[in-house]
């Protein structure tokens, strides 16, 4: 069996035209064959009539047996049938294959046979069995014959054509003519002879007459056969070249190059493939790219934190530090800067579970007023300290469906990141309305402005534009990326805008409960 694809392409598309071709030539052979049997019986049924024409006007020479026996075989042999001769007793007289001398035939002699057409011949025809073999014979479709013309002179021209077919003397051929002179009218018909030719012809013969089509029907089918697989190989190597290059991009990729794309165009299968491919490259490695990024995030986030905690360790165990102030204070930093590597794993791992699709969203009523205002309480400290102020605007909420616990921490890392980002005097807004079966949940923020070039970046995990600020507040860009992921598992979606006048908002929009829903009593 073929490794390649191309071949395979061609063995099976050769395959299909044999089957098609041979499946094609049975069936036009299986229509073809009683048309092939009656043109068979045609081309013999329509020499009856002149050989026995021929005979008769023989015999009005005054023809010797033997010379009529003789231009017989002569027109046999010129027409490649089988004639024997027939007296009118029905005994035959002759037969040009010496087979069937002295045998008796009446099959002519009975009334009652059907005259035959077929195609421009007329003529009669009877089966017949000797020693076991099936014949059938052929025979002039009437009692007596029509003469090609009534004219002496058209007579005389086919008299001689039967003189040259048939080997008679040439006296016979004088006595003929000179007797159609002496009569004033030509007759138009002229009776039987009393010999009667019959042409023979096997049973086989004819009915396997298809048979002549097969040799045509090879040539055909060979030449039909060879231009098929010229086109299939064409189309086969047309497939398998683009393939080839699908493949040499996957094995790219495999080795580590992921800027691979494919410029296959085209809306068949291999098209969409390569469009499905490019896509995945392009999904493959962005997922590497971020893989890096998260490991070069991970890696600068732990840093600052190790960096502390290794430094204050070793002062306290080489006692460095001796007074119980800045021993205090020491292991006060080492403690806050464990904690930041807690709450900075904690939020990992949650992302790492919500983007995998392994934490289960519970499906409850919510009061959407009193989660925000939850929300808010949690803040008031960070906000006397920072000096911005908060408002709570809503406005007669209906009742939402979700994970209470997934959403409150959502909407916290929303404020909470406007609180980080307001400088001291800003003001941040919350507000809450529904409408359209949907209910839309707002955070502004001013004094802060996020470039449009940095705006559809900030759901990226890690990322920070004021390194310096954020830092000092315990942020590591992990708080948005959370709450996209818990607000996407909601069916809802999550969207930012910022304006140096006005400030940041962040905007959540949430599908409201459908009325025949229970709460989930887990």
Avoid at 229 to 240: E, P, Y
Avoid at 311 to 331: K, M, N, T, V, Y
Avoid at 420 to 430: D, E, L
Wanted: hydrophobic letters at 40%; one cysteine or more; a negative charge.
């Amino acid at each position: 069996m073929p490794k390649s694809l191309s071949s395979r392409l061609v063995l099976a598309f050769a395959f299909v035209i044999i089957l098609s071709l041979v499946i094609s030539a049975i069936g036009t052979l299986f229509l073809l064959r009683d048309k092939q049997e009656s043109a068979a019986e045609e081309r013999v049924g329509r020499l009856a009539e002149p050989i026995t024409l021929a005979v008769a006007l023989l015999e009005q020479a005054n023809v010797s047996q033997a010379e009529i026996e003789n231009a017989v075989r002569n027109y046999a042999d010129s027409f490649s049938v089988r004639v024997i001769i027939v007296n009118k007793d029905g005994a035959v007289v002759a037969d040009t294959e010496q087979r069937l001398t002295g045998t008796r035939i009446d099959s002519f002699q009975r009334s009652g046979l059907d005259v035959i057409a077929r195609g421009n011949a007329r003529f009669r025809k009877a089966a017949y069995n000797a020693d076991g073999e099936q014949f059938v014979l052929f025979a002039p479709p009437e009692e007596s014959l029509k003469l090609p013309s009534n004219r002496l002179a058209d007579l005389q021209a086919t008299i001689f054509e039967l003189y040259a077919g048939g080997g008679i003397s040439q006296e016979a051929l004088d006595n003929l003519l000179a007797g159609l002179r002496n009569q004033p009218d030509v007759p138009r018909t002229i009776a039987l002879p009393t010999l009667r030719p019959v042409i023979v012809v096997p049973s086989s013969e004819l009915t396997s007459a298809w048979q002549d089509l097969v040799p045509q029907f090879a040539i055909a089918g060979g030449i039909a056969l060879l231009a098929s697989a010229a086109a299939a190989l064409l189309i086969s190597n047309s497939v398998s070249r683009r393939l080839a290059r699908v493949t040499r991009a996957a094995q790219e990729m495999a080795k580590g190059n992921y800027d691979q794309r494919l410029d296959l165009q085209g809306e068949d299968e291999v098209g969409r493939l390569a469009q499905a491919f490019n896509v995945m490259a392009k999904e493959v490695s962005g997922s590497h790219q971020a893989m890096r990024d998260l490991l070069a995030n991970v890696s600068h986030e732990l840093k600052t934190p190790l960096t502390s905690i290794q430094g204050f360790s070793q002062a306290l165990e080489d006692r460095a530090i001796s007074s119980p102030e800045e021993q205090q204070q020491a292991a006060r930093i080492i403690n806050e800067e464990s904690q930041r590597m807690r709450r900075l794993v904690d939020d990992l791992i949650e992302l790492s579970r919500l983007e995998s699709g392994e934490v289960v969203m519970r499906r409850e009523r919510i009061d959407l007023s009193d989660l925000l205002r939850s929300c808010t309480e949690r803040f008031e400290w960070q906000l006397r300290e920072s000096g911005a102020s908060l408002q709570l605007e809503l406005s007669g909420l209906p009742s939402l469906e979700g994970d209470g616990h997934r959403l409150e921490q959502a909407f916290s890392n929303l404020i909470d990141n406007a609180v980080r980002h307001t400088p001291k005097g800003g003001n941040i807004t919350v507000r809450a309305a529904a409408n359209n079966g949907v209910v839309r949940v707002s955070v502004r923020n001013t004094g802060s402005y996020i470039p449009p070039e940095e705006l559809s970046r900030v759901f990226e995990r890690f990322f920070q534009r004021d390194q310096s600020r954020t830092r000092g507040n315990g942020g590591a860009g992990l708080g948005l990326a959370i709450a996209t992921e818990v607000i996407q598992a909601h069916r809802g979606t999550i969207s930012a805008t910022s304006d140096q006048a006005e400030g940041t908002e962040f905007v959540v929009t949430l599908p409201l409960a459908s009325k025949g829903t229970r709460p989930d009593a887990s």
